[in-house]
Structure formats: structure tokens, C-alpha cells
């Protein structure tokens, strides 16, 4: 503006000048004559010397300028018109010098502070979080050994935990936090998503949209395949989850602790380490990890309770979840190494498993539910290889899976495929990929599948039904259900995957995670209609072994016919942990583990016309839900039930029965958060 104003001004003035000697002058008034015309050669006496002809026509002169300061002589090309340089490369300007480390740290640091105090931002707490995190960003890309440091500052500050230090420090979470700043669109969705998930400053980004153009090798089979024939015969499957084996686990420490797992010598009550309120049982405790002498005592129970002593069962499933749930620092890659030993070769010993087909939980890793997407390349890619390594390697030793397949596993995220000689194929998948807490799940999430592992699932499944084969799915986190665990962009594309294979090729899906008996199904369309028609599949969540956090312990059979691998019924079994102080002080008898229900039993009468070898599948249960609606008392039965009926879940009402239903038929994060409360 100023530049314009004073240029305009010189123009003005020049015109007034010219406007000025245009006009005559009259004659007399004291001025000079009214016109002077200069001489037509350039008065070259003005400078001693000159770097051209100065009295030439062609070029203005260019006279020799010594500068009295400095003595320097200016040369010629500074003010030739031939020679304008493009830019001043040789007088340097300054930049501020490399800051070190810590110096990165403290401007980091004392910058995230500015922004939270910053009344510009007034009420938006999401743009300062984003903010915020692109500092950490440039901190992870310049000086990552500084932001554990930056994480456990923040923490304390803004009081985020009690023991900030053994939480996002070096030894735990701090370097995984570097790396997802450094890789992770902070600015972005990725951003967003954070500081959703984890500080509920910025509100739940949409779902990204789908571009399954491509994503599909074949469009779904129109008309279906004909349905496999039933053979009347039926397979025993034992479905086990979250054995979370406590190998610390103490005798008459506080079991009813103040902090973090309880039934440990370093959890106390308010009244401190003298003053034990409630002193850990042998066998267990609603707030505390399974105690050896509970799982090997399951683990007796189950022959006997489901029959198969003698027979032994088809195939067990493990759902997931091995490790104790310790603080972050309490935890290391050996101590998980140690418990997926020592679990799968107790089950191993102490059951006629038949092969068990296993599944990483978000426990089974170090730390607790952090994967890393392949796609970080080198080191940073292959970091939580070793895990996927010694899974692989035990569930071949046991003989559950083959060498191929294990090495599929191995590069894989311990992910697989088995191919039965029984026309069944159970593909296992690692679902901390669309786990709220792995923190590399914030690295590129609008992707929808960072890691590959749906494009996994998705070509295992193509080639199950190019075979005329049909599939279990086996995972650990439910894609639906709960709002806290499942990501929208990852679930809403395994619920497109489910819908483009279901009915003719997916007989089950079977999830662990919740410590709850519960139950997903899954429609056509996302969902848009759900009725009897588009009922499609079923995800069943089968119950934990561990009474954290007060539950009864528990595990399930199914019976599944042998031709068309429908389940047909399942049987839970459960143990009253509230009766088990009472087993203190003698050894004639443990814990009894007790029939709880047969689903076809207890829901049954309400579906009528179902055959008795008709399968529970997703339009049984669609119909069960729909009874629900009518007969709240079904949704109460069912609620008891996912907690194995512990005397320490309240009962189901109000609002918790229409949640109820809305959560089994929201199958993926994006419905539950569409559809319900
Ligand atoms: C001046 O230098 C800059 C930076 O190197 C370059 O991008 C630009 O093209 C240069 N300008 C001229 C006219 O040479
Ligand atoms: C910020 O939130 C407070 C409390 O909800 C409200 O009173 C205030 O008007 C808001 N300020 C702005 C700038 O939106
Ligand atoms: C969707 O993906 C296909 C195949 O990758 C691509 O050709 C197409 O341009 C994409 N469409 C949109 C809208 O991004
Ligand atoms: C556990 O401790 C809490 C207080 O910390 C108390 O309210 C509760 O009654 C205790 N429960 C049992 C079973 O002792
Ligand atoms: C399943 O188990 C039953 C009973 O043990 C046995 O007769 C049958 O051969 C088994 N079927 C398969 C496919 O393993
Ligand atoms: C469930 O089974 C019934 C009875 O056999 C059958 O009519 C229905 O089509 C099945 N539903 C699905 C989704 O497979
Ligand atoms: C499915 O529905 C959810 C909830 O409305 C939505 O967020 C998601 O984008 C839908 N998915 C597809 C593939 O249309």
C-alpha cells in the first residue's frame, strides 16, 4: 500500500513539473528564461573515470564509484544492464542456528503450553490438540529420543495419569508415540482420530468413504451357489478365550485393590500393604487375572463337562488374550513370550483339543495391542516380528497348524489360513488392526486397511469360495458391539467383506475380547434394512476364563453339522467366582464349573418353526432379537448371560435393553455410532 501511495504521489508530481515548463512564463518577472535545453553530450567531467564511453549514444554511462568508507571500488557489473544478477547469491542472510536436542524439547514443549493458553483458539480444544500434535510431529522427525520425554511432561501437566513416567517413558509407550507422530497425518484425519480416541478434544471424524471399485476379484455370485447339504452328524468345537493366565498372581494380596491389577503384592487397597481388606482367594477373584490353579481346574472341567473325555473335540478355537493385564511397565517381550508357552501347552496337555486354531490378542504382544503395519519398511516394519515368529513356531510344535501355514502366519501379523480336509477353512486374523489402542492404527486410518490385513481376508476368501469351501473367521476384538474397541474405517470394510461372502461362503465368525458371552450379527446393504431377509452372518463372542473385571469364569462348546458347518447349538459352562473365598483353608475341593444355557434352549421358543436341525444362524438369531423387542425379559436373560451371571453385574433395564439390541445388530464401529445410543 505504501509502496503504491508514494509511487502514485512521484507521478503526480512529475506531471505538475511538466505542466509547469509547458507554460510560458511571462517575461520580467524575475525568473530565468522560459525554456533551457541541455547539452546534448554528458557532461563527462562529472566522474574521473568511467567503465564505458560515457559521451556514447547507445548506453547510459556508467561511471566509476569509489565508496569513502570502505574503499571498495564498485564494480561494473553490479550496475550493468547486461549482468542483473537473478538473486544476491553472495551476501549469505541469516538463519537461526540448529537448536540441539533438548533445546527441541524445551521450544516443543513450551510452545504446546502457548497454544492451550491461547484465547484465540477460544472453545475449539480439537484445532489446539492438532496443533499440538504437529509439534510433536517435528519433534519425532528431529529429535525422537526427546519425545518420551515430551509425553510424559505433557502427562504430568495436564495430570493425565499417576504415574506418567512408567506410562509414556522410554522403557514404555514413549517411543511408540514418537513413531506414530513422526509417520502419522497429524494434521489430518490420523490427527483427528487422536485426539478423539485418546483426549476427547475433537469430535469422532466421519468414516471415510469406501472406493470398493477393484477391492472385489468377482462380483457376489448371482443366484447364490446352492447351499451345502447337512449331514446330520455333529462336530464338538471348543470355543476358548481370555484364559489372561496371572503367573504373579498372590495369595492373599488385596483383592480388592485401589490401583491397576489386583491379587498383586504391589496393589493395595486405600488402607495400604498392612491393611488387606479382602485377601486374594486361590483361585481367583472378580478383580483380578486367572490363577494357575483356576485354569488348570478349567481346563479339567471341560473333557468332562462337554463329554469328550474319550472322543476329544473337532477342533478347539482360542479367540485370543494370553497375558496378565499389567501396567505397561510391569510388561516385557519375554514375560509374553513365557504365557503364550505356558498357556498353549497346558491346553495342549490337558485337553483332547483336536488342532486349536489361535489368534493374537491385543494382550499377546509387547506392548499391550501395539502392531505395526508392514508397510513402515524396514526395521520399523518388522519390529513385532518376533511375536509373530514364536506363535507360529508353537502352534506348529503343537501340530495345530502346518509348516506352511506357519510360515503364512510369519509374514502375516500371525494371521493365517487353514484349509480342512473337511471342506472348512478357518482364517485367522489379527484384529488389533482395528483396535481403538494400537497406536499404528493412527497412521493413515482413512485408508481403511493401512496394514493389508483386509485385502488378506479378502483374497483367502475368494479363493474359499472359488474352492466351494466355507470359512470361519477367528479374531479377538469384535468389530462391533462396543463403541470403545472397534475403528469405523477398518470395521466398515470387513462389514462390506462379510456381506460380499455371506451367506454361501462364511458359516461363523468368533471373537473373544469383551470377557462377555455375547453376540454380532451382521446384515446385507450396511444394514440399511434388517429383517429375516437380509440377516447374514454371525459373530459369536465367546466368554472369558478370567473373572476381570467381574465376571464369572466360563467356556463354550458349539455342535456344528459336519456338511454345512452351521452351528447348531451352543453350551456354556461357568464357575461362581464370588464362592470361591469359601474354598480358602481346604483341599477336598475346588472351584465348580456348572452348566449355564444352550442358546437354542433358552431362545428357542421364541423363534417358532425352526426345525430341531435347523442351524442357529443369522436369521435365527435375527428373529431372537426381534423377540427381544417384544419380551424385554429376553434381553435381561441375555445380559446375565454375557456376564456368566456374576452376582456383581447389575441386571439390565431402562435404556440398557434397547442398547442391548441395538449393539448385537450393529456389527461394525460405523453402525454403532450411526444406530445407537
Ligand atoms: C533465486 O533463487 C531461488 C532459490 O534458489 C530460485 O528458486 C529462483 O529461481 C532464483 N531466481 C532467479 C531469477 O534466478
Ligand atoms: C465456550 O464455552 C463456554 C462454556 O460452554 C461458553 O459459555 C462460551 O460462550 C464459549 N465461548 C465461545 C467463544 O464459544
Ligand atoms: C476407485 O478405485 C478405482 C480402482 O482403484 C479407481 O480407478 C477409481 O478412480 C477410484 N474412484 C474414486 C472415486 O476415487
Ligand atoms: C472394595 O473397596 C471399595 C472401596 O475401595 C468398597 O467400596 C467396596 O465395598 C469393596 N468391595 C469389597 C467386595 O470388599
Ligand atoms: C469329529 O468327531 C467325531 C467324534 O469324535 C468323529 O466321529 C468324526 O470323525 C470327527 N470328524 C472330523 C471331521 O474330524
Ligand atoms: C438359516 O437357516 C434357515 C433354516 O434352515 C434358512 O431358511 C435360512 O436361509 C438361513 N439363513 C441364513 C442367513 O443362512
Ligand atoms: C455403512 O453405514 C455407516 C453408518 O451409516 C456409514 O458410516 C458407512 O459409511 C456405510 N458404509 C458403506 C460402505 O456405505
Redesign the pocket.
Known amino acids: 500500500m505504501l509502496m503504491t501511495a508514494m509511487f502514485l504521489q512521484s507521478i503526480l508530481t512529475l506531471l505538475s513539473i511538466a505542466n509547469l515548463v509547458l507554460t510560458e512564463s511571462s517575461a520580467g518577472n524575475g525568473l530565468g528564461p522560459t525554456a533551457y535545453t541541455i547539452s546534448g553530450t554528458f557532461p563527462t567531467s562529472i566522474y574521473e573515470s568511467y567503465y564505458n564511453d560515457p559521451t556514447a549514444t547507445t548506453a547510459q554511462p556508467q561511471p566509476v564509484i569509489t565508496d569513502p568508507v570502505t574503499h571498495e571500488v564498485y564494480p561494473y557489473w553490479l550496475t550493468d544492464p547486461e549482468t542483473i544478477p537473478g538473486n544476491d547469491t553472495w551476501e549469505p542472510h541469516l538463519l537461526p542456528p540448529v537448536a540441539s536436542p533438548s533445546q527441541l524439547l524445551e521450544t516443543a514443549y513450551a510452545q504446546i503450553l502457548s497454544i492451550v493458553a491461547n484465547p484465540v483458539f477460544g472453545n475449539d480444544t480439537c484445532t489446539r490438540c492438532q496443533a499440538a500434535l504437529e509439534i510433536a510431529k517435528f519433534l519425532a522427525l528431529t529429535a525422537p529420543q526427546q519425545v518420551p520425554a515430551l509425553a510424559v511432561r505433557l502427562c504430568e501437566h495436564f495430570e493425565a495419569s499417576s504415574d506418567c513416567g512408567s506410562q509414556y517413558g522410554e522403557y514404555t509407550l514413549g517411543p511408540t508415540v514418537a513413531q506414530v507422530a513422526a509417520y502419522a497425518d497429524t494434521g489430518g484425519y490420523d490427527g483427528q482420530m487422536i485426539c478423539s480416541v485418546f483426549a476427547s478434544l475433537c469430535p469422532l471424524a466421519p468414516t471415510s468413504p469406501l472406493n470398493l471399485t477393484g477391492w472385489f476379484a468377482k462380483p457376489k455370485p448371482d443366484p447364490l451357489p446352492p447351499p451345502r447339504q447337512a449331514t446330520g452328524q455333529r ?2 468345537v471348543l470355543h476358548l478365550s481370555d484364559f489372561h493366565i496371572d503367573p504373579r498372581y498372590a495369595i492373599s494380596a488385596e483383592a480388592n485393590c485401589s490401583t491397576s491389577l489386583c491379587c498383586r503384592y504391589n496393589n493395595y487397597g486405600e488402607g495400604g500393604p498392612d491393611h488387606i481388606a479382602f485377601p486374594a482367594p486361590r483361585y481367583g477373584a472378580f478383580l483380578c487375572d486367572t490363577p494357575y490353579p483356576l485354569a488348570v481346574g478349567a481346563l479339567q472341567a471341560i473333557p468332562v463337562l462337554a463329554g469328550t473325555e474319550d ?2 473335540f ?1 477342533f478347539t478355537l482360542y479367540t485370543g488374550d494370553l497375558v496378565s493385564h499389567d501396567p505397561f511397565n510391569e510388561l516385557s517381550a519375554e514375560y509374553t513370550l513365557y504365557t503364550e508357552t505356558m498357556v498353549f501347552d497346558l491346553i495342549k496337555r490337558l485337553v483332547k483339543t483336536g488342532p486349536v486354531y489361535a489368534v493374537q490378542g491385543n494382550h499377546d504382544t509387547y506392548m499391550t495391542a501395539q502392531n505395526a503395519p508392514y508397510n513402515l519398511g524396514g526395521e520399523m516394519g518388522e519390529q513385532f516380528n518376533w511375536n509373530y515368529d514364536h506363535l507360529a513356531a508353537l502352534w506348529e510344535l503343537e501340530d495345530w497348524i502346518s509348516p506352511e501355514t506357519a510360515q503364512q502366519a510369519r509374514t502375516h501379523y500371525a494371521a493365517y489360513t487353514v484349509q480342512r480336509q ?1 471342506g472348512l477353512r478357518i482364517i485367522s486374523i489379527n484384529t488389533d488392526f482395528w483396535y481403538t489402542q494400537n497406536a499404528y492404527n493412527y497412521i493413515n486410518l482413512a485408508s481403511s486397511d493401512n496394514s493389508g490385513m483386509m485385502r488378506f481376508l479378502t483374497d483367502e476368501l475368494q479363493d474359499a469360495e472359488d474352492a466351494g469351501d466355507r470359512v470361519w473367521i477367528i479374531g479377538h476384538v469384535p468389530s462391533g458391539y462396543s463403541k470403545t474397541d472397534p475403528l469405523q474405517n477398518p470395521t466398515n470394510l470387513f462389514y462390506q467383506i462379510v456381506d460380499r461372502f455371506s451367506p454361501h461362503v462364511i458359516a461363523g465368525i468368533f471373537w473373544g475380547h469383551t470377557h462377555e458371552d455375547q453376540l454380532n450379527i451382521f446384515y446385507a446393504n450396511n444394514a440399511t434394512v434388517m429383517n429375516t431377509n437380509t440377516a447374514q452372518a454371525v459373530a459369536w463372542i465367546g466368554p472369558s476364563v478370567t473373572p476381570l473385571t467381574n465376571y464369572n469364569s466360563g467356556f463354550r462348546v458349539y455342535e456344528v453339522d ?1 456338511g454345512t458347518f452351521e452351528v447348531l447349538d451352543s453350551y456354556t459352562w461357568f464357575a461362581d467366582v464370588n464362592s470361591f473365598p469359601e474354598l480358602d483353608g481346604q483341599t477336598e475341593f475346588g472351584p465348580t464349573y456348572e452348566f449355564e444355557y444352550s442358546a437354542r434352549t433358552t431362545y428357542g421358543p421364541n423363534v417358532p418353526g425352526w426345525g430341531p436341525d435347523d442351524p442357529l444362524n443369522a436369521t435365527w438369531w435375527h428373529l431372537v432379537t426381534e423377540a427381544m423387542e417384544s419380551d424385554s425379559s429376553l434381553v435381561e436373560t441375555f445380559y446375565s448371560y454375557a456376564s456368566k451371571g456374576s452376582i456383581r453385574i447389575a441386571p439390565c433395564t431402562g435404556e440398557c435393553i434397547p442398547a442391548t439390541i441395538c449393539s448385537i445388530r450393529s456389527a461394525s464401529a460405523s453402525l454403532l455410532f450411526q444406530n445407537c445410543l
Open positions: 462336530l464338538k472322543t476329544g473337532n473337511d459336519s
